[in-house]
């Protein structure tokens, strides 16, 4: 017997088949924008459902340790840029031969093309020492982070924004310039902006760098390493 007051519930159950093809057409449409963003400028109140999403996300110990950080200035944008540029490089010469020619022909201008800049970061200690979910597993708080930033990428497509991740800088160089604390992780540049055109598929698979591997070589049952089929270990 439930010991919870009802009015604390709503009811479950699966959602309409048009809502459901929905969710499902914005997981799979959702891609990684680089370079293909348009100048217009995004309304506020777009910005303000999707960070409304985004904080939605679950989070260990409901410690919600996110920071959502907007740039608009062109400026500062562009010294963005010059940090993510100087990484970019160093990442090139990481790769050999054929693979770094591969790699430099990707375009990658979303950080000086998309209007908005969103830094987002992850607070490790906005729960306090001792934090439910995150006693056994400290990285918790960064998993929870980046539900928030799913969250955050699929109300864009929603709204028919564009994002793109970008990874590629120091840590310091980023705190440096938007003034983060040393403890906050840096979670990411996210390249933020409307686009007219999607790619039909992961732009690395279309260009040639990696291929979605099939699903069901990644599925496991009960130990590691066992497909369904397999006789029992």
């Known amino acids: 017997m439930h010991d919870e007051p009802n009015d604390h519930f709503v009811r479950a159950g699966a959602f309409s088949i048009e809502e ?4 499902y057409r914005a997981i799979h449409t959702r891609r990684d924008v680089r370079d293909q963003f348009l100048p217009d400028p995004l309304p506020e109140d777009v910005i ?8 939605a996300a679950p989070s260990v110990g409901f410690m919600q340790p996110w920071n959502f950080l907007l740039i608009r200035d062109a400026a500062r944008r562009e010294a963005a840029w010059r940090i993510f540029s100087k990484a970019n490089d160093e990442a090139a010469e990481m790769f050999s031969n054929e693979r770094r020619d591969s790699y430099r022909k990707l375009k990658l201008e979303g950080i000086r093309k998309a209007p908005l800049g969103i830094c987002v970061t992850c607070d490790p200690t ?6 439910l979910g995150r006693t056994h597993n400290l990285r918790m708080d960064s998993y929870s982070t ?8 699929l109300a864009a ?4 924004v564009g994002v ?4 590629i800088f120091h840590q310091h160089d980023m705190r440096a310039l938007l003034g983060i604390p040393e403890h906050v992780e840096v979670m990411g540049w996210f390249c933020v902006g409307y686009v007219d055109r999607l790619y039909d598929q992961p732009e690395l698979a279309l260009k040639g760098w990696l291929q979605r591997l099939p699903l069901e070589q990644l599925i496991f049952e009960e130990v590691w390493g066992k497909v ?3 006789p029992d270990i």
């Open 164 to 167: 793109g991740w970008v990874s």
């Open 228 to 230: 369904s089929g397999d």
């Open 157 to 160: 497509r929603v709204e028919g």
């Open 48 to 55: 303000a459902r999707m960070l409304a999403a985004a904080h």
């Open 146 to 153: 980046v539900c928030a930033i799913q969250n955050f990428w």
């Open 20 to 23: 459901r093809e929905a969710v």
């Open 126 to 131: 906005r729960g306090g020492a001792v934090v």
